[in-house]
C-alpha cells in the first residue's frame, strides 16, 4: 500500500511592493507549521537585506517624507497609485528578517526548467498545494504536477472582473452597479484558462464608494485577497483530510478578462475620473433618497 504523503504548503507571489503585506501575512502565519515549505518570489535576489531593514525601520508609517519615498522608490523601482493607498491606510509592512532564509527567488520566469524541477521534487515527497498571488501566467505542467492543487488570490470579485487592473478596468466602464458587483477579491482554483477556474470563495465590499478614490478600492481589494489566501491555507492546515470543493462558474457570467498590456496612463487617468463620477453619482441618490423618506 502506497503511504499517505504529507501536506505542504508553497506560496508563489512577486516582489512588488504591495506583496510584502502578503508574505508578512504567510510567514507569521505558518513559519512554525510543518506544511511551510517556503515562498518563491518572481524576482531576483538583490536588493533584499535592504528592504528588509527599510521595513523594519519604517513598519507602521502611513506618511513618508521626500527622502523616505525616494528610498523606497529606488528599493522597488515602481510604486503604484493603490500602493501608496495601502500605505496611508495600513502603513509600511513588517518585513520579517527571519524570512529572507525561507524564501527562493525565481527570477522574472516561474516556467524555467530549474522551477520545473523543484516543483517535482516537492509533489514527489509531498501531497503539495502552491498558493499563488501573481502577474504572470504559469505553463500547464505546474497544474500537471500539483494534481491541480493551485489556489490564487484575485483582487477583484470574479467571475465578473478577470485578468489585470480588473477593477481598474471596470471603473473605465463608468457603469456603477457593474463596478459594485466586481468590487472586492477571491480565491479559486487555477486551470488552463484565465481566472475561471472553481470559486472557493469570493467577498464583496458592499460600498466601494465611500473610499476617497479607486486606488484606495484597489488597496482594499489586495487586503481582502491576501486575507482569503492565507485564511484558506489555515483551514487547509488545520483539516489536511478535507477537500475544498470549488464552483465553476457558468459561461455566461464570465465577464472580460482584461489584459496588461491595455492599461495604459490614459485608462489609469479615466479610471480614477469615472469612480469620482460614479462617486458623486451615488450620494446625489443618498441624498435625494434621504429627503424623501
Do not use: C
Request: charged share 25%; no cysteine.
Amino acid at each position: 500500500m502506497e503511504l499517505k504523503k504529507a501536506k505542504a504548503h508553497l506560496l508563489l507571489t512577486e516582489g512588488s511592493f504591495h506583496a510584502v503585506y502578503l508574505i508578512r501575512d504567510w510567514y507569521e502565519s505558518f513559519k512554525d507549521t510543518t506544511s511551510f515549505k517556503g515562498i518563491v518570489i518572481r524576482d531576483n535576489q538583490g536588493n533584499s537585506e535592504q528592504k528588509v531593514q527599510f521595513h523594519r525601520t519604517f513598519s507602521g508609517k502611513k506618511q513618508l517624507t521626500e527622502n523616505e519615498y525616494s528610498e523606497l522608490l529606488s528599493l522597488y523601482g515602481t510604486i503604484s497609485e493603490a500602493e501608496k493607498s495601502m500605505i496611508s491606510l495600513y502603513g509600511i509592512p513588517s518585513y520579517p528578517a527571519d524570512v529572507v532564509g525561507h524564501i527562493h527567488y525565481s527570477g522574472p520566469n516561474l516556467n524555467h526548467p530549474d522551477m520545473e524541477a523543484f516543483i517535482s521534487s516537492l509533489t514527489k515527497e509531498y501531497d503539495l498545494t502552491v498558493y499563488i498571488f501573481l502577474d504572470q501566467i504559469l505553463k500547464p505542467w505546474w497544474i500537471e504536477y500539483t494534481e491541480g492543487n493551485i489556489i490564487n488570490a484575485h483582487s477583484a470579485v470574479l467571475p465578473y472582473a478577470r485578468g489585470m487592473y480588473a477593477i481598474e478596468n471596470m471603473a473605465v466602464k463608468g457603469n456603477q452597479n457593474d463596478f459594485q458587483r466586481a468590487a472586492g477579491a477571491s480565491i479559486h482554483y487555477v486551470d488552463n484558462g484565465i481566472d475561471t477556474g472553481p470559486i472557493i470563495r469570493a467577498v464583496r465590499i458592499k460600498d466601494p464608494f465611500r473610499y476617497e478614490s479607486i486606488w484606495e478600492v484597489k488597496a482594499t481589494s489586495y487586503r481582502l485577497a491576501f486575507e482569503l489566501l492565507v485564511n484558506q491555507a489555515g483551514a487547509e492546515f488545520k483539516n489536511p483530510d478535507l477537500q475544498y470543493v470549488g464552483v465553476k462558474s457558468d459561461k455566461n457570467n464570465l465577464g472580460e478578462n482584461f489584459l496588461s498590456k491595455n492599461f495604459d496612463e490614459d485608462k489609469k487617468k479615466v479610471a480614477q475620473e469615472q469612480f469620482l463620477s460614479m462617486k458623486k453619482s451615488q450620494m446625489s441618490f443618498k441624498k435625494a433618497w434621504e429627503a424623501r423618506t
